[in-house]
């Protein structure tokens, strides 16, 4: 197997980075192993968190400074720190994957320490050195790598975050940020066997638009999606789907996954948009199929190329895709005046087959031939 933990990552911000210093504190009332093991049977999403947790400090004075490993802990923040008032934050998440010999790797991480790097461009927040944030991943795990559980389709999420930290009511970039790290250990996404989900089409409300911060991983698209989503939620949908703000036309992507349509002839389609966050699955998950074979296109398509479509049967699968439920088939959509498919369509087999293929790469059970796992344990 070919494994790499070279990270060519020619960005701006890394030239010069040096090495950090870490500073770090155990936690002198962790988790016991037997109580972290109760967790680890039944973790669920989002609920639980590890021992410990990184905080990076960045001032336009002192550049990124303070590395520490602490206490997993409540964070003391001034109550006119900048966040609080203007939302200026961006967010990363990737999963931790625990291998059958028990080391411990993460997929694609140095896509997402330029992803943050460009979403911090567009919050006016300072970039964090790709070589940092691998670093303050690999001091995560060096503490917290019990926390990585081993069961089947198990992993730890792993959370980078960065905000303004600044007491400041003014309204401009901060001068004061901070970078934290936390994990937390995710469950199997579907318990008995993937189910294919109702997604619900928002009509009343767009997701992001254009010169928006669409295109970034910030707090803010996601608060202005929580009507939106509880809308989904009321309409018996797990999740809510944004056309383009301009028009109402194009399809763009759901609250936090994005979108990929199979056609008849295996051609994978996918929505081009400046607006949508570029996910690392969709990447990958197009690159697996290009590898076999299918023709894949990234340009605009319409509601009404999906509608017509699918009822012409030249649309034969929908799948949305995001690291936290990987790949997952898209039986219906259900909008206002019309529905797409229906509730109880089976999960297509190319869906289904590509995201066993990417699972597998993941967890070290295939050939990682585009060299995009790194090993984080020691
Ligand atoms: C994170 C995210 C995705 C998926 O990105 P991945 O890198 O595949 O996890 C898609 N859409 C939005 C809005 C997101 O925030």
Same mark, same amino acid.
């Given at each position: 197997m070919t494994n790499t933990t070279d990270t060519a990552d020619t960005a701006t911000a890394d030239a010069g980075a040096t090495k950090l210093d870490w500073e770090v504190t155990r936690n002198l009332v962790a988790k016991s192993?037997?109580?972290?093991?109760?967790?680890?049977a039944n973790p669920g999403f989002g609920t639980h968190f590890t021992d410990h947790m990184i905080?990076?400090?960045?001032?336009?004075?002192?550049?990124?400074?303070?590395?520490?490993?602490?206490?997993?802990?409540?964070?003391?923040?001034?109550?006119?720190?900048?966040?609080?008032?203007?939302?200026?934050?961006?967010?990363?998440?990737?999963k931790a994957y625990r291998h059958e010999d028990g080391s411990i790797w993460s997929?694609?991480?140095?896509?997402?320490?330029?992803?943050?790097?460009?979403?911090?461009?567009?919050?006016?927040?300072?970039?964090?050195?790709?070589e940092y944030f691998l670093d303050a991943l690999k001091q995560l795990i060096a503490v917290d790598?019990?926390?990585?559980?081993? !069961?089947? %389709?198990?992993? +730890?999420?792993? *959370? &980078?975050?960065?905000? !303004?930290? %600044?007491?400041? +009511?003014?309204? *401009? &970039?901060?001068?004061?940020?901070?970078?934290?790290?936390?994990?937390?250990?995710a469950g199997a996404y579907f318990h008995g066997g993937i189910a294919p989900v109702s997604i619900w089409l928002s009509t009343n409300y767009a997701r992001a638009g254009k010169g928006g911060t669409g295109a970034a991983k910030t707090g803010g698209n996601y608060a202005s999606s929580l009507i939106a989503q509880a809308e989904a939620t009321e309409q018996g949908c797990a999740q809510v789907m944004f056309l383009d703000s301009a028009e109402g036309k194009y399809l763009e992507e759901l609250g936090g996954m994005n979108i990929v349509l199979v056609y008849k002839d295996g051609t994978l389609v996918t929505p081009q948009s400046e607006s949508?966050?570029?996910?690392?699955?969709?990447?990958?998950?197009?690159?697996l199929a290009r590898d076999r074979g299918h023709t894949v296109e990234q340009r605009r398509v319409t509601i009404d190329e999906w509608r017509e479509g699918a009822a012409s049967g030249d649309i034969v699968e929908v799948f949305a895709c995001g690291t936290a439920a990987v790949v997952t088939p898209i039986a219906q959509l259900k909008a206002?005046?019309?529905?797409?498919?229906?509730?109880?369509?089976?999960?297509?087999?190319?869906?289904?087959?590509?995201r066993t293929e990417l699972t597998d790469i993941q967890y070290g059970r295939a050939e990682d031939r585009h060299g995009w796992l790194t090993r984080l344990s020691q």
């Open positions: 192993p037997q109580e972290r093991a109760e967790i680890l905080d990076i400090c960045w001032s336009e004075r002192g550049g990124w400074h303070r590395p520490r490993v602490q206490p997993y802990g409540p964070i003391t923040l001034d109550p006119a720190a900048a966040v609080l008032h203007y939302g200026q934050e961006i967010f990363e998440g990737l997929f694609r991480p140095e896509a997402n320490a330029a992803r943050m790097q460009r979403s911090a461009r567009r919050l006016a927040l300072p970039e964090l050195p790709s790598g019990d926390w990585v559980p081993s !069961a089947p %389709e198990t992993s +730890l999420y792993l *959370r &980078p975050y960065m905000f !303004a930290k %600044e007491a400041f +009511l003014g309204v *401009r &970039p901060a001068h004061k940020v901070a970078f934290y790290v936390i994990g937390s250990p949508i966050l570029e996910g690392i699955t969709r990447d990958s998950v197009l690159q206002a005046d019309f529905t797409i498919g229906s509730a109880d369509a089976a999960a297509g087999e190319i869906t289904m087959s590509l």
